[in-house]
């Protein structure tokens, strides 16, 4: 995958932060980007006990911040978008522009309205749930299933849909 541009929203950042298991992601991916909206709402917009990991991670350099034109959010596009937070159309919207461009990128998103709109615009997509799968594919975790309880018992939202799924290619039972 060292082609693609891995972008992440703010939830799954702060999801895997508040479960410790953050180092996933350059475990998974070389570079992981996100944009100055979600850099905003996750460091600066709010009081997010699960900033820090995300700041330390910036500070390390494998999580990159993007700055976007504000023409960015001026796209044929943008009906697709309604209803989503700056963050997610941030992402959504360079994810967009670099596969326009030809490049391989590859979105890390949870929302469900998130989700559905980078699918509707043919990005690929992976959520927190995935990313811990992927992980446990990999050998890089024991297990899968603890952190998707760790992730419920914090008040992170995992429908049992996307957990049976993430069990199952974790190739875990559900």
């Not at 890089?140 to 992730?151: V, W």
């Not at 939202?157 to 993430?166: G, H, I, R």
Request: no cysteine; net charge neutral.
């Amino acid at each position: 995958m060292s082609n693609t541009v891995v972008i992440a929203d703010a939830s799954p950042l702060i999801a895997l932060a508040r479960i410790n298991h953050l180092h996933l992601l350059p475990q998974l991916f070389s570079e992981v980007f996100m944009t100055e909206t979600v850099r905003q709402e996750v460091v600066s917009g709010g009081n997010f006990a699960d900033s820090k990991p995300v700041e330390q991670a910036i500070k390390a350099g494998w999580l990159q911040v993007k700055k976007l034109p504000e023409s960015q959010y001026k796209t044929a596009n943008q009906l697709l978008l309604d209803g989503l937070d700056p963050g997610e159309k941030s992402s959504i919207l360079w994810a967009l522009e670099l596969q326009d461009n030809g490049q391989l990128t590859r979105l890390i998103i949870d929302d469900a309205k998130g989700r559905a709109a980078a699918r509707r615009l043919s990005l690929e997509l992976i959520g927190s749930a995935g990313i811990i799968a992927t992980a446990k594919r990999l050998d890089l975790i024991p297990h899968a299933r603890p952190l998707l309880e760790q992730l419920r018992a914090s008040g992170y939202y995992l429908s049992q849909t996307v957990v049976d799924a993430a069990l199952k290619i974790a190739g875990e039972k559900s």
